[in-house]
């Protein structure tokens, strides 16, 4: 898939799934759900509240669990909870993907891991792997951001970068440190005179704290007019975690991840 059109479409061919809205939906949301209703991408179930949503997402009743009013906070609590949520693997990551240069990129995590360490890091890796796949893509190539290309010590984000380029983690190629610039631009990384099967051609960008992913893709949204939309990784069943302040685009388009990333 290239495109979220290619997002949409096979939302369609997937669909209707059952969708469990926790909380109230707000204007844009309840257009993006009349949209995605006529469709065929999905029927909606809404809860007044978090746990009930989770709840039945866990039990198959719904098919996805979308944050929607409720506070972030309540949402997370819900989905983390030991006994009765929905965390699958040591840790949940925030995918934010957006489409640019003709395909779609992704970005992680600038929504709920604060400050990874080094393994933190390495489980994010781990569950963009199956996002990947069912984006298409079959062994995702994973940048480690830091602002520069080379290991400084006085800069432990390019420490941990050169890490994980070192570590065998299955299912992806992961390169580290690049800057944004050589990690996706194949023009600056042979002007930066940067090897590597990663370098310029990334599918993910890996950074280093939420404070990062989440000023990039905010920025992303605000400064561009790329398609965006997001997911959840980690999770026994797919989540996705909206802003309230997102368009009925965007939230259109992450129904369908939503949808795409119910399947097995």
Known sequence: MNSFTDVLTEAQRIGPKKIAIAGPPNEEL????????????????????????????RSGETDVLMKSSVSTKDFMKAVLDKDHGLRKGRLISHVFIFEAFGRLLMVTDGGICIRPTL?????????????????????PKVAVLTAIE?????MPETVDAAKLAEMTIPGCLVQGPLAVDN???????????????????????????????NIFAKGIVYFSSCPVGGVVGGTSRSVTLLSRSDTTATKLNTLALGVLMSEP
Do not use: Q, Y
Request: aromatic share 2%.
């Open 119 to 139: 393994e933190e890091k390495a489980e994010i890796i781990k569950n963009i792997i199956p996002i990947a796949h069912r984006l298409g893509i079959e062994t």
């Open 183 to 213: 990690a996706v631009s194949p023009e600056a990384a042979e002007t930066k005179g940067i090897p590597g099967p990663v370098a310029g051609h990334a599918d993910v960008l890996l950074v280093s704290s939420v404070e990062v992913g």
């Open 30 to 57: 309840t257009e993006a759900l009349g949209l995605a209703g006529e469709m065929g991408i999905c029927e909606p179930v809404i809860f007044d509240d978090a746990l009930s949503a989770v709840a039945a997402t």
């Open 150 to 154: 080379k290991v400084n010590p006085k």
